[in-house]
């Protein structure tokens, strides 16, 4: 089958097409989704705002730019800060790396190369047991500005698409249509910072809806030492009346819907409409959310790092209240989006170390490992309020990554560099035998096999048993190569997650 780049197939097979809720698998591609044994409860996602650096994280791989070994390339990747006062080796005392080694051997890319994971991930190389549970794919696009990298990155689509819907609003609705009707609160959420940059870098992409009704739209929680979200669920301001201020509501919504009846046809679609009444529902809820958004969950804290204290470790408090609503006794979140900004943000905003890369970007990293494994059990453990690699799945994601040589006209910095960087998938599907290395990157630190970002978020909803090809998400054509549902979907499910298919 041959397909036209964003055009939906005209003899797409008619057993993939069919009736049925949204998400659903039919006919030939039903075999290749996961059982449901296989599908994590939940998913956690930290999306590392502002690009993490592969050089000295992901992608650590000596021989390119080995000067000892001369070339082009001399010098670059893991080899550019390796001397001076802000050299990597003096800051991994700084952040107590100790007797460790800088990098540690991981796996194989496509290429053969050994891939070492970096020293700010040392927290998370300490646990064998995660690791053995990751596996790391490479990313490229040529978006370099984050205004446009964001939005592709978070959610598979250009900014400006129709169609730019976030992974948790697919995931919204997936459950919703078939999760009980007395359950009101969400299946997905968003925590975002108390940050400028978050606006500045078009991160409420995270949260977007595209096509999707109104219902599919994640809860967002903003995180913030002086938040009043406790008290205002709780709606004290109405007095006790807020049911009757509801009704009231819902009775001049439905009088205004009838407008849009048409006497023979029905009754009409109006986007707007159904995000106002999408938003008056979730204003009714707001009680039985205080339930789970309590104080105590959304309370601030301050953290340390390399030597850094601030009095509200924002990183810290997204990962523990995300922790909080994916092992939620009651009603747990599927997916939980938290905007991670680092410890301190960088001189840019976010991971984006225009300027003093080695001393803003490895406390960032390190305190985020840290307090990621802080969260998630140690064999044996079987804490009930901690996540569960069986039962939860972790991803760590970013919109670009960093240049592998200095900046010009910098203090020590690096560019934008979506040329190749890295993801992380952990745990939930992600067995033993799926641990590795997708991809390859190469000494002139460009990818050279990748995956695009729609095949990534694509294969992000296979890893949750969402079939991820409809109007509302992906096509066939977001794969590349010549292929049809089916074999997108054997594609994404084998290349991508590692599964037998």
């Known amino acids: 089958m041959t397909l036209t780049a964003g055009c939906k197939a ?35 996602e930290v999306f590392l705002m502002g690009g993490l650096n592969p050089w000295d994280t992901f992608y650590v791989v000596p021989e390119h730019g080995d000067p000892a070994r001369g070339g082009p390339y001399a010098g670059q990747q893991w080899w550019t800060f390796q001397t001076g006062d802000d050299s990597v080796a003096s800051w991994f005392q700084r952040c107590d790396g100790g007797s460790r080694s800088l990098y540690s051997p991981f796996a194989t890319d496509a290429n053969g190369k050994t891939v070492n994971l970096g020293p700010w991930l040392y927290p998370l190389r300490e646990r064998p047991d995660i690791l053995s549970r990751m596996r790391l794919v490479v990313v490229r696009h040529d978006l370099e500005p984050h205004e ?74 903003p995180l913030r030492a002086d938040t009043q979200l406790p008290e205002q669920l709780e709606r004290s301001i109405f007095g006790g009346r807020h049911a009757a201020v509801d009704a009231l509501v819902s009775h001049y919504t439905a009088q205004f819907r009838t407008q849009f009846n048409h006497p023979e046809f029905g009754p009409g679609r109006v986007p707007r409409l159904e995000r106002f009444d999408q938003a008056r529902k979730a204003v009714q809820q707001a009680p039985e959310l205080a339930n789970i958004l309590t104080a105590d969950a959304l309370q601030s804290f301050g953290g340390e790092e390399c030597g850094l204290s601030v009095d509200t470790d924002v990183t810290a408090m997204q990962l523990r209240l995300a922790t909080h609503l994916l092992t939620h006794p009651f009603e747990r979140a599927r997916y939980v989006h938290a905007i991670d900004v680092g410890l ?45 690699l ?24 690096l560019n934008h560099w979506p040329y190749g960087f890295v993801v992380a998938l952990i745990g939930g599907p992600i067995k033993h035998g799926q641990a590795g290395v997708v991809g390859a990157i190469g000494e002139d630190a460009r990818a050279t096999e990748y995956i695009s970002p729609a095949e990534l978020r694509a294969a992000i909803l296979l890893a949750q048993g969402i079939y991820p090809f409809s109007r509302e998400a992906f096509d066939p054509s977001d794969v590349r190569g010549d292929y049809d ?17």
């Not at 949204?22 to 956690?44: C, H, N």
């Open 148 to 221: 446009a990298a964001v939005p592709l990155c978070i959610t598979g689509h250009s900014r400006g698409a129709p169609g730019l819907s976030s992974t948790g609003a697919h995931v919204q609705r997936y459950h919703a249509e078939r999760g009980s009707s007395l359950r009101i609160t969400p299946y997905s959420y968003v925590l975002f910072p108390n940050s400028d940059t978050v606006g500045n870098f078009n991160v409420e992409a995270a949260s977007a809806t595209g096509i999707h009704p109104g219902m599919a739209r994640p809860l967002s929680v």
């Open 390 to 413: 069986d039962e939860q799945m972790v991803l760590l994601t970013s919109e670009m990554g960093r240049t592998p040589t200095i900046q010009k006209f910098s203090d020590g910095g």
């Open 485 to 501: 549902a089916v074999e997108a979907t054997r594609f994404l499910m084998s290349h991508v997650l590692g599964q037998a298919v």
């Open 344 to 388: 301190r943000e960088a001189s840019n905003g976010g991971y984006d170390t225009h300027n003093y890369h080695v001393r803003d970007q490895s406390k960032a990293a390190v305190h985020m490992c840290r307090e990621l494994v802080r969260n998630i059990n140690e064999p044996g453990e079987n804490d009930p309020t901690k996540l569960n």
């Open 10 to 44: 005209p003899t797409e097979p008619v057993s993939v097409a069919g009736a049925g809720l949204w998400g659903d698998a039919k006919g030939a591609t039903a075999p290749f989704m996961l059982t449901p044994s296989v599908v994590p409860k939940g998913v956690l």
